[in-house]
């Protein structure tokens, strides 16, 4: 399939916009680098060269395609078909490594010979030290230092990797600043760094660059899901939305097929209206944050909220531009799930399926009670990653 | 060419004074959440030419951890965007120097561009710098609001910057150019370096319409003298912050800097 050429109302215009969202609001600091990178991502992208590298890495390297699994208990239980998308059994653990291979190549195209990298859960900090290690950059990894405690088990993966992890100790210590910190790191050093961004979010061309590199996951849902059903189209697409890039590459090849259903969950924390949430379509307003104008969690003044939820990787108050104007043109249905619930259906899936999911795609799974399901209906959950990261907060959760 | 027709103290100040104009930066609220007045009295008391007053913000992305710790201070202590334009109320009765605002774009935004503008134009701001603000969204939908209420839009250049856009920049500012000294967050360099000077001069050859003044990593008399031998003048911010952060006397404290900045200065 030739990504380069799909011409979708849902995707980016040359200025970097999805509907009104989006664009590249960065101190001139960062303009070069950025600019740099525009002019050149497709280009590269598309380049054979690349894409015969970037395929043979995923395959050789990160094991895909990674299965569509029939989940046959769960489907019992609902009544409808459901399939599981396994990025849980991709290298590192989760679907964060389809972007980080996508960018290192291109990093290497761009002369860059320096990583730097925010990380939230540590998925996509492990995914970037990993693919530095295989090429030999340095890394940085810019963590928030709350984060680093919650997720210690990536933090030594990320160090044994080589990587060197940088606690961000402001703000409320989680990805919003381990982003800002990895911004500043860029300012002060241009020219040989490259910023691996680990989802749908920051200036033109991150966002759509990201989504680029995580349609490789759609793609593979098509002709799966043909061989097993007949058809290329399910009724809906289901994933979990932090910043949004395992829900963007779940939704790409989807989003110009009106009768496909996508489903964005986001995190609902102790509830939409506890105070304490990260569901950033029901609480944000449009606002520019990291670069981009999006839906974001703000104070009336326009001063960014620390969001809050269970899940590192779901933590943090805005979305990616693409998925804004998903929401706001109601191509996709926004759902928030709680805490409680996502700790009960990534439990659920242990019994039933014998997978533990990452906290974040448990979050996913839990908004399939949600939906009013019919037997003939199709659904595709994103399972974005699997749980080993998250041992410790199930332990503390109990009730298994 | 100037691309507005815009005339006001900043514009004033550029044609009287040649060389070696002061700007001092300090975040609205800070150190405590009454006294931007205070310190904006001392500053044009001590004999700053031009006084630059942040608007705190929870992500301050190009600033260094001085100026994020007085935005986080200020902001702790109930600063607003509503408060401070209670605060300089009476501006203009107290101040006569050119002031310019300078914040992340989120909450001028949330504010709303143009009550924003107008507020400004209301209490006496000659300009702003919104160092999120691209180009692109500038000229597209707010420039007419800035002209409409005399607001110069003053843009930053960096070393990376390329000659063609600096051009661009040139073409897009007024008031004055911020010209920021190296690649870097602020407060994170001190003293100037061969690879700046040679920066400075390339782009002093490039004869731009617009006035600069370098910013960033500058301390000191000594490095304001430097800075200035390069353009109409510079910016000191972080180095303001610290002496605020651990003065016990404001008023005198502030003069006493400023004064020492521009010691032996026309
Ligand atoms: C397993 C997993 N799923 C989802 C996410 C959320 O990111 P995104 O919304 O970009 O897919 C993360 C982020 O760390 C993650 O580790």
Redesign the pocket.
């Known amino acids: 399939m030739n990504t380069e050429n799909i011409k979708s109302s849902f995707g980016v215009n040359e200025r970097g916009y999805y509907g009104q969202f989006g664009g590249s609001f960065i101190p001139e600091m960062l303009y070069p680098n950025v600019e740099e990178l525009r002019e050149r991502y497709l280009e590269i992208i598309y380049s054979p060269e690349f894409q015969q590298e970037y395929h043979q890495l995923l395959r050789d390297y990160v094991g895909r395609p990674t299965p569509l699994y029939p989940a046959k208990r769960l489907s019992e239980e609902f009544g409808a078909q459901i399939f599981l998308k396994r990025e849980d059994l991709c290298h590192t ?4 490594v389809n972007n980080t291979v996508g960018q290192i190549l291109l990093a290497k195209r761009l002369g860059k010979h320096k990583i730097i990298a925010e ?6 900090g492990v995914a970037t030290a990993t693919v530095c290690a295989l090429m030999g950059l340095e890394c940085i990894v810019y963590m928030g230092s709350h984060d680093m405690e919650r997720q210690k088990p990536n933090v030594e993966r990320m160090r044994i990797l080589g990587a060197e992890v940088r606690p961000a100790t402001s703000g409320s210590q989680t990805l919003k600043d381990a982003t800002n910190e990895a911004m500043r790191h860029w300012i002060n050093n241009p020219q040989e760094t490259h910023y691996i961004i ?3 979010v920051g200036p033109h061309p991150y966002p759509d660059m990201v989504a680029r590199l995580q349609a490789i996951i759609s793609e593979e849902i098509r002709w799966q899901l043909k061989e097993k059903t007949g058809s290329e189209l399910p009724t809906h697409v289901v ?9 963007a590459g779940a939704f790409y090849h989807y989003l110009d097929e009106p009768q496909v259903k996508l489903v964005a969950v986001e995190a609902a924390g102790k509830g939409v209206s506890s105070g304490q949430s990260a569901a950033t379509t029901a609480l944000g307003k449009p606002g520019v944050l990291h670069g981009s104008q999006t839906l974001l969690m703000q104070t009336e003044d326009g001063q960014v909220v620390e969001p809050y939820s269970i899940s ?3 933590d943090y108050p805005g979305i990616g531009p693409m998925h804004a104007h998903l929401f706001h043109s109601k191509r996709a249905q926004f759902i928030a799930i709680t805490d409680a619930d996502a700790m009960d259906a990534g439990i659920h899936l242990a019994r039933k399926e014998g997978i533990i999911p ?1 906290v ?2 448990a979050h996913a799974l839990a908004a399939l009670k949600e939906l009013p399901l019919q037997p003939s209906d199709v659904v595709v959950v994103n399972l ?2 699997r749980g080993d990261k998250d041992l410790e907060t199930y332990i503390r959760w109990g009730g298994y | 060419m100037p691309v507005t027709a815009i005339q006001n103290r900043l514009d004033t100040l550029f044609q009287e004074k040649a060389e070696n104009i002061l700007n001092v930066y300090f975040t609205a609220g800070y150190p405590s959440l009454n006294d931007t007045l205070p310190v904006l009295k001392a500053l044009e008391k001590g004999g700053a030419d031009i006084i630059e007053i942040g608007l705190p913000y929870s992500d301050p992305v190009a600033d260094g951890p001085t100026i994020q710790a007085s935005n986080q201070k200020a902001l702790d202590a109930g600063m607003t965007m509503k408060l401070l334009f209670e605060q300089l109320k009476d501006l203009r009765n107290e101040v006569s120097v050119p002031v310019v605002l300078m914040g992340y774009f989120n909450p001028v935004l949330q504010f709303g561009v143009e009550r924003f503008c107008q507020k400004c134009a209301e209490v006496g701001i000659d300009g702003l710098i919104l160092p999120d603000l691209p180009m692109y969204e500038y000229r597209e939908f707010y420039k007419p609001i800035f002209q409409q209420y005399g607001l110069h839009n003053i843009f930053l250049i960096s070393p990376q910057t390329s000659e063609a856009r600096v051009r661009e920049i040139d073409e897009n500012s007024s008031g004055f150019i911020y010209m920021v000294s190296s690649a870097s967050i602020t407060g994170a360099k001190k003293g100037i370096t061969e690879e700046q000077i040679r920066y400075f001069e390339r782009i002093n050859a490039m004869n731009l319409h617009n006035p600069r003044l370098i910013g960033f990593g500058i301390s000191d008399r000594e490095s304001f003298q430097l800075a200035s031998r390069y353009a109409k003048g510079a910016i000191i911010g972080s180095a303001f912050i610290n002496l605020l952060t651990g003065s016990q006397n404001l008023e005198h404290d502030i003069i006493q800097f400023v004064k020492s900045i521009k010691e032996n200065n026309k």
């Not at chain 1, 990380?119 to 996509?124: D, K, L, R, S």
């Not at chain 1, 994933?239 to 829900?247: D, H, I, L, Q, T």
Request: glycine share 30%; with cysteine.
């Open positions: 653990g989760a679907h964060k990380t939230g859960a540590g998925q996509h680990g989802s749908v994933a979990c939305v932090g910043g949004g890039s395992n829900a590192a990787g779901l990452a974040e795609s974005s990653g």
